[in-house]
């Protein structure tokens, strides 16, 4: 039995205000604002202001746990996700040792549902080791307690063809969906650490090509007709490779995608200085990819937004620039972000706010129990946002572990101010609400 | 003048005059018998090589010694990722045994601006990957204006491996700065990415035809060197191939004004992107390059460390 919160006065997905009951980690009333009978709640919320959103889901988490609890842990990654409005995450299987067996899949799940602050979801790796070459047991994972349904060996391509053709076979058995970190290690091997153009060329920086993400998004939309899969490219961030996504969703293959804040905010140009806290893969884009993400966001093409939140140990962002750790921090500034740049910019109203960080990725990931309306009867997830606060990111006050957040000192609209999860709040306030 | 030199954008025309009056000083105490000036003395500078390097290094380690301060070489070569420390502990590690002044060459693009952050002492950049390398710039433009004269109006080629070069991202800048007209060569796979919105932006010319440009009768040629391992990267096809398109051929000797002064930065591959004959022919500055060298890494240690009020004329 948990508490009952009644919260007063929030616009729902930014419309009509109305009063909610949260009661047995279900919604069990919606009525409008001021009409409430309810008397028995633990705890009232005053939301008048707030937008209510159904709580959102990153589908592409760093949590660095096993093997760099020195970064992140699942408690950490948690409550960093929590503060940033999310019930759920997905968390990548680029640890070590990597997620690529049941046993390390059910690992990851059980120590979210230890920290119990949001749904941890393992997400499988596609090859043993993430090394391009076998399968892993994506069959195994599937059916482990885990019940993994997205594969990655993010941070790496499933560059070879074939391999990428049978993993995308392979996992219609079980309804899976590979997500695919688009990089030709040919055109763009894994020192490339800036937009290839005028920038890198005045910086001596190894190019990262644009062409390099969109002829492996181009080639894995084809193997994905051609196997009748389904496919998610994982942080897009070129104008060539939305256009190849909108000719594939066009000819009705099974294609989604995903863009991260950082791609919809900060440009290539923040590399001027060799400062690695913007060193990210895919890199930073010059400002007309930026635009074109954007618009993509907005018309659909991109389906969702996912931070990549890859938080780093401080010494290992204290090397040169390509030798520094690629990544930065995601999930407590994304909903700022993207109110600052699609809600402020008259891209996106909080409905589609709603689609792109909560239905659409809990449909991809197939997470029952998130992404769903704010209606009686469904899961109690939700977050509260204040639409018109201001913040000033300071690097400081994050609870992740790590502090390679390129929000710092940044000014960004939105602020989450709660966050429940079942109906339990897990921030409350803008602050932790749970130990 | 600012504190570190690490790119030539640190610098300003009247600094470069001052460096190269300066030089000019340094480089008559070459030829004396005695060459110390008690200018650095009691300071301590240490030169610390990321990259293998033989010439820079002397050149530095001459110039502090001439200069009487104690100069430390430490070879930290293999990057500090792999073993494990990072850049920023290696260098407050060497910098906390009390030091006056640090000269690093790193293979990384940036690195020694991102020291330069992290500490007190003067920088000077001695080479930070495909980025700069100020120094040779600095020593390049002043060889050319003992034999040229001033630069002003004056039409230089480089030509070369423009990609992978520091050399070539120091000398656009500095001979710019110092009123020339550059055109840079190469093959295609060579030039850096979005070379034609740069050169548009920076006011130099490119050309994928060395012959083209030689036909203008250039001022003076910069050879940069081209590592064969390039190759394997699939830049150019042979070493053959490179030479007939792009080397400094005895018929393309021929071509150049009698007088116009041959640069390299070395060292040569003689044969590939540099004949022997233009390499030893008269009007060949190489060796007067690395002389110069000395000059104005003295200058540049004096400046930056001694600095302008120390009283201690050179």
Known sequence: MTEKTLIKGARLLGGDAADLVLADGVITEVVAAGSTTEVSADRTVDADGLVALPGLVDLHTHL??????????????????????????????????????????????????????????????????????????????????????????????????????????????FGGVVSQHAQDPQLAPYTSCCHEGELSGRLGLPGWPGVAEEVIVARDVMLARHTGSRVHVAHVSTAGSVEVVRWAKAQGIDVTAEVTPHHLLLTTDLLEGYDPTYKVNPPLRPAEDVEALRGALADGIIDAVATDHAPHARHDKEHAFVDAAFGMLGLEAALSVVCTVMVEGGLLDWAGVARVMSASPARIAGLEGHGRPLAVGEPANLTLVDPSATVTVDRDASVSLSRNNPWHGRELTGAVRATFLRGRATVLDSALALP | MK????????????????????????????????????????????????EDSTRTRSSFEIAGKWLSADVINISAKG?????????????????????????????????????????????????????????????DAYTLRRRLGSLEGRHVAIVGDLTHSRVFRSNIKCLAMLGARVTVVAPPTLMPAGIDAWAKDAGFGTSWDLDEVLAEEPDAVMMLRVQRERMSGGYFPTAREYTVGYGLTRERLAMLKPDAP????????????????AADAAASAVLDQVSAGVAIRMSVLYHLIAGPNEGVTP
């Open chain 2, 79 to 139: 990057s500090s990722a792999s073993k494990g420390e990072s850049l920023r502990d290696t260098v407050l590690t060497v910098t906390a045994m009390g030091i006056d002044g640090l000269v690093m060459r790193h293979g990384a693009s940036g690195a020694a601006h991102q020291v330069a952050g992290w500490l007190d002492v003067p920088v000077v950049n001695a080479g930070d990957g495909m980025h700069e390398h100020p120094t040779q710039a600095l020593l």
């Open chain 2, 3 to 50: 504190k570190h030199l690490l790119s030539i954008d640190d610098l300003s025309r009247d600094d470069i005059e001052a460096l190269f009056e300066t030089a000019a000083e340094m480089h008559d105490v070459q030829h004396r018998s005695v060459k110390k000036l008690p200018a650095l003395r009691g300071r301590t500078v240490i030169n610390l090589f990321f």
């Open chain 2, 262 to 277: 041959i640069c390299h930065p070395g060292p040569m591959n003689r044969g590939l992107e540099i004949a022997p004959e």
């Open chain 1, 64 to 173: 660095r746990q096993p093997g760099r609890e020195d970064a992140e842990t699942v408690l950490t990654g948690s409550r960093a996700a929590a503060v940033g409005g999310y019930t759920a995450v997905l968390a990548m299987a680029n640890t070590n040792p990597v997620t690529d067996t049941a046993e390390a899949a059910e690992h990851v799940f059980d120590l979210g549902r230890a920290a119990g602050i949001c749904d941890v979801q393992p997400v499988g790796a596609v090859t043993k080791g993430l090394q391009g070459e076998e399968l892993a047991e994506l069959g195994l994972m599937a059916r482990s307690r885990a019940g993994v349904k997205v594969f990655s060996d993010d941070g790496r391509c499933v560059h070879d063809a074939r391999v990428m053709r049978r993993a995308l076979e392979y996992v219609k058995a």
